[in-house]
């Protein structure tokens, strides 16, 4: 029997995504995407924040590593990424600049894994067949990589300029006063307009057929918005109820950024399945 005359349309095309999600082994691939994600995660933010601080050093003398290092990691809860944020510091701290090269490599090749898992879960989740060669699918994922770390890059020397050029602008005007308020703002601006970008970007560009900005608006912003609960929720669990250190010991902290990952994994293929649901919405739920 079913349910759509009961249920507003809004309401049912989410009920068809979840069921969508469910029939074509959502969780599978959520868990594929975040091993692959988890193994470019760590070399690849090395690698992004080293260059930044390496770009950011010509400009200024002073870099506060603690403002890059939040761009990334500034959407996720602090018990999951303050393990990992604290050997990002450690590593930095003895790295040299095979960080920015060998690390760099490696890092864009699982990260490109991890990106082409996600176009697989989008390709699905519209209901396209993607004839695209090899070659060209890998290079479209290398390429998103290698944007990202240059748009967290670009993020992060604005971030470092801007106020700046705020304060020697001041200086011309001193009646103004300029507070230091604004930058903490503008930092929380950037982490969270970032990961919108990144979602728009997945939409956009890796389907084998192009969209318009509204046939993936709903996607992204059901993406976004779960990702924001999911993560003020799993910050309440880590704290409240899980004890990840008394299981995995001296693996708490990798364990519980994989499994953060596989839950924001498995928000975006839901996004990608409701984008699918209002593009074809008379498709089986079954690829």
Same mark, same amino acid.
């Given at each position: 029997?079913?349910?759509?005359?009961?249920?507003?349309?809004?309401?049912?095309?989410?009920?068809?995504?979840?069921?969508?999600?469910?029939?074509?082994?959502?969780?599978?691939?959520?868990?594929?995407?975040?091993?692959?994600?988890?193994?470019?995660?760590?070399?690849?933010?090395?690698?992004?924040?080293?260059?930044?601080?390496?770009?950011?050093?010509?400009?200024?003398?002073?870099?506060?590593?603690?403002?890059?290092?939040?761009?990334?990691?500034?959407?996720?809860?602090?018990?999951?990424?303050?393990?990992?944020?604290?050997?990002?510091?450690?590593?930095?701290?003895?790295?040299?600049?095979?960080?920015?090269?060998?690390?760099?490599?490696?890092?864009?090749?699982?990260?490109?894994?991890?990106?082409?898992?996600?176009?697989?879960?989008?390709?699905?989740?519209?209901?396209?067949?993607? =004839?695209?060669?090899?070659?060209?699918?890998?290079?479209?994922?290398?390429?998103?990589?290698?944007?990202?770390?240059?748009?967290?890059?670009?993020?992060?020397?604005?971030?470092?300029?801007?106020?700046?050029?705020?304060?020697?602008?001041?200086?011309?005007?001193?009646?103004?006063?300029?507070?230091?308020?604004?930058?903490?703002?503008?930092?929380?601006?950037?982490?969270?307009?970032?990961?919108?970008?990144?979602?728009?970007?997945?939409?956009?560009?890796?389907?084998?057929?192009?969209?318009?900005?509204?046939?993936?608006?709903?996607?992204?912003?059901?993406?976004?918005?779960?990702?924001?609960?999911?993560?003020?929720?799993?910050?309440?669990?880590?704290?409240?109820?899980?004890?990840?250190? =008394?299981?995995?010991?001296?693996?708490?902290?990798?364990?519980?950024?994989?499994?953060?990952?596989?839950?924001?994994?498995?928000?975006?293929?839901?996004?990608?399945?409701?984008?699918?649901?209002?593009?074809?919405?008379?498709?089986?739920?079954?690829?």
């Amino acid at each position: 029997m079913s349910i759509r005359p009961y249920v507003k349309p809004g309401a049912y095309a989410l009920y068809l995504a979840a069921k969508r999600f469910n029939d074509k082994n959502g969780w599978v691939l959520s868990s594929h995407i975040a091993m692959s994600l988890m193994l470019a995660l760590f070399p690849f933010i090395l690698f992004t924040v080293a260059l930044t601080g390496a770009v950011a050093g010509s400009l200024s003398d002073r870099i506060d590593l603690k403002n890059l290092v939040e761009l990334v990691f500034g959407s996720w809860p602090e018990s999951v990424s303050d393990p990992i944020v604290r050997e990002v510091y450690s590593v930095l701290a003895t790295s040299s600049t095979g960080v920015v090269t060998l690390g760099g490599v490696i890092a864009i090749y699982f990260a490109s894994n991890g990106v082409d898992a996600i176009r697989l879960a989008i390709v699905q989740a519209y209901h396209e067949r993607d =004839t695209r060669p090899f070659w060209k699918t890998r290079g479209l994922c290398i390429g998103l990589v290698i944007l990202g770390g240059a748009g967290i890059m670009a993020a992060a020397v604005f971030e470092l300029i801007l106020p700046l050029y705020a304060r020697h602008l001041a200086s011309f005007f001193p009646q103004v006063p300029l507070t230091r308020d604004w930058e903490s703002g503008l930092n929380g601006i950037l982490v969270a307009v970032i990961p919108l970008i990144a979602v728009f970007a997945f939409h956009m560009v890796l389907p084998a057929k192009r969209h318009r900005f509204t046939q993936v608006l709903p996607g992204v912003l059901l993406t976004v918005i779960l990702w924001w609960a999911a993560g003020l929720a799993f910050a309440i669990y880590i704290s409240s109820f899980a004890a990840y250190s =008394t299981t995995y010991a001296g693996l708490a902290g990798a364990m519980a950024a994989l499994i953060f990952l596989y839950l924001n994994s498995a928000i975006l293929i839901l996004g990608a399945e409701l984008n699918g649901v209002l593009l074809h919405p008379t498709s089986r739920s079954k690829p």
